[in-house]
């Protein structure tokens, strides 16, 4: 007989279950858990640093703009010029002024106008006047925010103009926007800062402060929206310059009588102020020579150029053509003996 083979497991012997290859839904789960806490955090770190990031370029660009105002402000008060109006003179008529007011703000003058000699007249074959009217107002806009607006005019008024520009008047653009606000102060003769000036009314007529101050105040990255208490409203940032006026005010009827007074002294000590003085180091004048009129002590040149024909029949052209440049030498010690006719000594 066929015998048949026995494929079964000897005894005592068990089959073991087949492993299977893979991940089971919890190591899943596990893993999808871990990698979004991992994304979340870093895209909140992401965030963060992006905030921060646009937080300090708006913050740089804040003080950009108020710098950039800073400079167009202090450029025109440099030429800030006041002429004193005259006692005899309508106070209504006199075109020239420096003007502060307080519009808005509760401390100093938000609202500045004056006249200025900063302007840069363009190319003509006119004379064109360096002189204008600047003006600086603050508007304040629905959400709270502070415009700047510039004014200027070309032209003197032709007489005292009371009052300021507005947004509408022309000559008017804004010159910053989105600001918290601008502030000037000024600085008497006595050293003392006042918040507004009037050189149109009589206590102040024909007066200049000494100094300026411009406060320029920004609402910082945060907006005016986000600004709850004064604590916080007191921590925003501000930006502020000093502008000293070396000029000072100009008594034009003054300079007028000093000059008739020094021309009536001038002529009644014999001298005319069209006679050209040549001056020393120290300078002060230098009295001609007396020797060097009459022909004593003359230079080689001065005798020469004055005789330069008979020079030339005496001692030929090409010496004296030498010799009318020689400055540093006098005649008298020359070593070439001159006529005397000459009348060079």
């Given at each position: 007989?066929?015998?048949?083979?026995?494929?079964?497991?000897?005894?005592?012997?068990?089959?073991?279950?087949?492993?299977?290859?893979?991940?089971?839904?919890?190591?899943?789960?596990?893993?999808?858990?871990?990698?979004?806490?991992?994304?979340?955090?870093?895209?909140?770190?992401?965030?963060?640093?992006?905030?921060?990031?646009?937080?300090?370029?708006?913050?740089?660009?804040?003080?950009?703009?108020?710098?950039?105002?800073?400079?167009?402000?202090?450029?025109?008060?440099?030429?800030?010029?006041?002429?004193?109006?005259?006692?005899?003179?309508?106070?209504?008529?006199?075109?020239?002024?420096?003007?502060a007011i307080s519009q808005h703000s509760f401390a100093?003058?938000?609202?500045?106008?004056?006249?200025?000699?900063?302007?840069?007249?363009?190319?003509?074959?006119?004379?064109?006047?360096?002189?204008?009217?600047?003006?600086?107002?603050?508007?304040?806009?629905?959400?709270?925010?502070?415009?700047?607006?510039?004014?200027?005019?070309?032209?003197?008024?032709?007489?005292?103009?009371?009052?300021?520009?507005?947004?509408?008047?022309?000559?008017?653009?804004?010159?910053?926007?989105?600001?918290?606000?601008?502030?000037?102060?000024?600085?008497?003769?006595?050293?003392?800062?006042?918040?507004?000036?009037?050189?149109?009314?009589?206590?102040?007529?024909?007066?200049?402060?000494?100094?300026?101050?411009?406060?320029?105040?920004?609402?910082?990255?945060?907006?005016?929206?986000?600004?709850?208490?004064?604590?916080?409203?007191?921590?925003?940032?501000?930006?502020?310059?000093?502008?000293?006026?070396?000029?000072?005010?100009?008594?034009?009827?003054?300079?007028?009588?000093?000059?008739?007074?020094?021309?009536?002294?001038?002529?009644?000590?014999?001298?005319?102020?069209?006679?050209?003085?040549?001056?020393?180091?120290?300078?002060?004048?230098?009295?001609?020579?007396?020797?060097?009129?009459?022909?004593?002590?003359?230079?080689?040149?001065?005798?020469?150029?004055?005789?330069?024909?008979?020079?030339?029949?005496?001692?030929?052209?090409?010496?004296?053509?030498?010799?009318?440049?020689?400055?540093?030498?006098?005649?008298?010690?020359?070593?070439?003996?001159?006529?005397?006719?000459?009348?060079?000594?």
């Amino acid at each position: 007989m066929q015998s048949r083979i026995d494929t079964s497991m000897p005894s005592g012997r068990s089959r073991s279950p087949r492993r299977s290859i893979g991940f089971t839904l919890i190591e899943v789960l596990a893993a999808v858990f871990l990698t979004t806490i991992v994304v979340s955090v870093a895209l909140g770190f992401y965030i963060n640093l992006s905030n921060s990031s646009q937080r300090a370029v708006e913050s740089i660009q804040e003080g950009i703009d108020a710098t950039s105002v800073l400079e167009r402000v202090s450029r025109d008060l440099s030429g800030v010029t006041l002429l004193t109006r005259p006692e005899d003179s309508d106070p209504l008529a006199w075109p020239w002024y420096f003007t502060a007011i307080s519009q808005h703000s509760f401390a100093g003058s938000d609202a500045l106008k004056f006249i200025t000699r900063s302007q840069r007249p363009k190319v003509s074959a006119y004379h064109v006047s360096d002189l204008a009217q600047i003006a600086y107002f603050s508007v304040v806009e629905e959400d709270g925010t502070v415009t700047l607006y510039r004014w200027s005019s070309p032209t003197l008024p032709s007489a005292t103009e009371l009052g300021f520009p507005s947004v509408e008047t022309p000559g008017s653009y804004a010159v910053a926007e989105g600001l918290r606000g601008v502030v000037f102060r000024f600085r008497n003769e006595a050293g003392e800062w006042v918040d507004d000036w009037d050189s149109t009314q009589l206590v102040a007529s024909g007066e200049l402060p000494t100094a300026v101050e411009v406060v320029v105040d920004v609402w910082g990255p945060a907006g005016p929206q986000d600004v709850g208490d004064e604590q916080a409203l007191e921590q925003l940032p501000s930006y502020e310059r000093v502008v000293v006026l070396l000029q000072r005010p100009l008594d034009l009827a003054k300079m007028i009588q000093d000059k008739a007074l020094a021309e009536q002294a001038l002529a009644a000590a014999g001298g005319t102020d069209d006679e050209e003085v040549e001056l020393d180091e120290d300078g002060n004048p230098i009295e001609p020579d007396p020797r060097t009129e009459e022909g004593e002590g003359m230079t080689v040149a001065d005798c020469v150029n004055r005789n330069f024909d008979a020079c030339v029949g005496q001692f030929g052209a090409q010496n004296c053509q030498v010799w009318a440049n020689i400055n540093s030498l006098k005649i008298a010690t020359f070593g070439v003996a001159v006529p005397p006719a000459w009348g060079c000594r």
